[in-house]
């Protein structure tokens, strides 16, 4: 088994900045592509950013790029996420997950799932 557990959301201002984490344990692999989705109330579970299992690719949704990097540091089997120039519409539970293989774009794809860490933009 995998666990995956985020850290470090929160509350912040229109335009500020967050750094998210997600450590992973358990039955882990530097072999797993990592990716960050979020759900805002009432809307579909969306992957925000995810990326390869050595960082050479990655994938952003369009309404991140320029803004949000995602990164991983596979000796201590942690992702990150950092996202600037926050708007109010990135409001939203953020789930860091993981699978082995191929990078994928649909929830469907990601076999492993933390419990969520909720970002607030406030305006």
């Known amino acids: 088994q995998v666990q995956l557990v985020e850290s470090g959301g929160g509350l912040v201002q229109v335009g500020g900045s967050l750094r998210l984490s997600c450590a992973a344990s358990?039955?882990?692999?530097?072999?797993?592509?990592m990716g960050w989705f979020r759900q805002a109330p009432g809307k579909e579970r969306e992957l925000v950013a995810a990326?390869?299992?050595?960082?050479?690719?990655?994938y952003y949704a369009d309404s991140v790029k320029g803004r949000f990097t995602i990164s991983r540091d596979n000796a201590k089997n942690t992702q990150y996420l950092q996202m600037n120039s926050l708007k109010p519409e990135d409001t939203a539970v953020y789930y860091c997950?993981?699978?082995?293989?191929?990078?994928?774009?649909?929830?469907?794809?990601?076999?492993?799932w933390g419990q969520g860490t909720q970002v607030i933009v406030s305006s």
């Open positions: 997950a993981a699978v082995y293989g191929i990078l994928g774009t649909s929830a469907n794809d990601y076999g492993y």
């Open positions: 358990g039955r882990t692999s530097s072999s797993f592509v």
């Open positions: 990326i390869n299992w050595n960082g050479g690719s990655a």
